[in-house]
């Protein structure tokens, strides 16, 4: 079908759900009006925001800028919906605007929560939100100031962290758990995220707690759970996240406090004319079908492809979240795609492991060769590829992915052994020790 | 099985097919003897022959250099097969050494000729050969000189100009075709490849043939069939490839004169005590099953992988040459997997293109991004994915392994198009434009 005379309004926009869901949506159903309605006037690409505080020159440079006019999709920006009103089939902005849907799309995301951590109402202490003048009002915070806490080691702290030195900061991380990045990798591949934060003089605190912030007016420090006092002019927390779902639950759509406003495989809400997708969406993992909790732009782009598709008629299906990241600091990568050692373990997952490091050019002789380091995991009984874990040049992104593919055709050690790979000397391993199929190789002699 | 007292010699060691033959005997028949058998007593890296010419600072970094014992592999060097006594089980070399075997692979390769052209006995008239000797000829051959003719832009030839223009050489490319790369990608990849080349100086002579060579004792130039004469110091030909499959003729091997060894899905020859990998062997295409006469390194190291588990039970199965090679001149990488248009046209296969051009990092603001052309083919019937051209930068390389990763899954237009690729701001595209899933959806708009 075209889509004549259909109204197909996107909630949420400037993320990895929303634009994907509006313009496929045009794709599909060329002919239907096709919107977004973006609460912000100005919208941040959301993985960029850390890239704000040190290698991009302005925060006008993460600016999510499309050319809407081009896609046919049209932008109501600085609109925020706050009620679906179903029976009418139309939704309601704060500023009293009306707009009606055939089939509605909630990308809503999600935000950031400041933790219940004392005195975190002292001035200079931050929050990271997807939000342009909030951003803003950080980026001038940190202005003058030299030493900076960041409380959390996930993405965005080691991100904000490798950032921050480029700016000559003095930094430090306070990560609750033992190792920074630990609900993403195996240890081993945290011990390598924390090296290389240690050489670029990011300093570390893992295994500690923030009781406090100190200070009277303005933030002048922390106290850890230890008792260890540190200096601090700047906190930047970026633990804690809440997804969008209220507009949801409020409008009677079925909602998992937990995992978000409930979806089929088609991202199909418990209202055949809403459709939801990315951090806002209930989400399964592909390898135990169990809810996920995970938030990514990879998965949230992946929903929006299957719901902009299935808005008339399903055509698409959600396989379920791989749950493939990456990351950089400076000229190391870090991957993972699927299930860790850890995961697997937790899951009751019996697996094998093939380990490979292995030079991203060939010869070795070639200049700038730097070794990636895998680590796979594969499943005993079946043999299917399960997990990797990447670190090394920045072709390691590519490699995650290149696994998350295999994992979703569940390829089996054999089968990724035997990867006919291209190679050549400038961008690639050598064939006969290529990454995938001498970490698959090393795992095949494991099996009895 | 462990092997214990097998004997399993692998002719030819040096190249993707030898050296990944018997590294994977010995990690299937860990207690087997495992030899390889190499007439030259020193191995050049074969893809890295082009490099010892610009970017490597002498021939002996583009050694084959590895630690045969670590893999428990007997490596004997400087010896050359000349029979194969399949009666007594044995191979004898030139020097007269019989070595008996249980199991025997031959990964003989192929060899660079010289075509029939006019006066090219003369002197700085050079092929390129896998060979450690010859290879220091040439080289020490240019020294001194200015002009350099290169007969024939395909791989060897395109490579071949960018590193010696890297040292100042004065580098005509004669091809014959309309193009250079013509037999690889179609044309508008090609004309980038070219394009990269003017732009570093490399001048094209297309659709021209080399008449004859012109001087008396030394070359002094080169005539085309259109009467233009060129100056030039030494010619370099690198057009003219001979499988080496007389050994195993002689020995009485079933042999197709224009496809190699015959062997079957599991890398036996006529005799099943013999295994043949890599450019000596008969391949298949993936798509046709037709007998292919692609020689890559990739389809070699698969190959390899294959026949090495299978010596004693077959357990792994040639898919068939998918076809995916790459190359860099520069920053600019180029790569191709499965079929372009010229070749499922001359297939009659039917098929719907997806082109995007894609950023290599996101916001494209940040420092370094630069910009990956992409076109895709997918089967018209069944919406299955057939090939990728690429063009841009280094990570071209493994985009071009991951398409042929989805070409052997066979997946559809529509599984490619929702591929959860994880994406980050320092390393790949972003997730509402990724690669693989633009150029699928901008595909999947042309299906009626």
New interface residues.
Partial sequence: MSGRGKKIPVIGGGS?GG??SA??AK?FYRDAKVSIIEKEEKTL?P??I??IFG???SID??????DYEKYGIELMAGEKVDEIKRGEKKVRTEKGREIGYDKLVLATGSRSIMPPIENSDLENVFIIEKDYEHTKRVLDGLRGKKKIVLVGGGFVGVELGDELRKREYDVTVVEVLPHCLQLVFDDEFCELVENKLREIGVKLQTGRKIERMLGKKKVEGVELDDGTKMDADAVIITVGTKKNVELAKEAGLKVDDTFGVKVDEYQRTSDEDIFAVGDCAYKFSFFTKKPSSVM???????E???AG?NLFKP??KN?G??G?????IRDT?F?V?GLTEKAAKEEGIRYIVGNATIPDK??P???GMTRIKMKFLFEEEEGEIIGAQLCGS?????????V???I??R?TI??V????????????A???F?HL?QAA?DA??KIK
């Fill in positions: 990895a634009f994907p313009h496929t794709r690409v993985c960029g850390p890239y290698t991009l020159s440079e993460d600016l999510f800028k499309v990514l732009a990879s998965v949230a782009s992946m929006a492809r299957i598709a055509v698409r396989i979240v791989i493939t990241c990456s990351t950089a990568a991957g795609a060939h010869p002789a070639m200049p920045h072709i390691v992104g590519e490699l995650a992915n290149m998350t593919l295999a979703e055709n390829m054999d089968e052994a035997t990867f006919p790979a291209a190679t050549h000397p400038c961008i690639t050598p064939p006969a290529y199929t190789e095949r002699m």
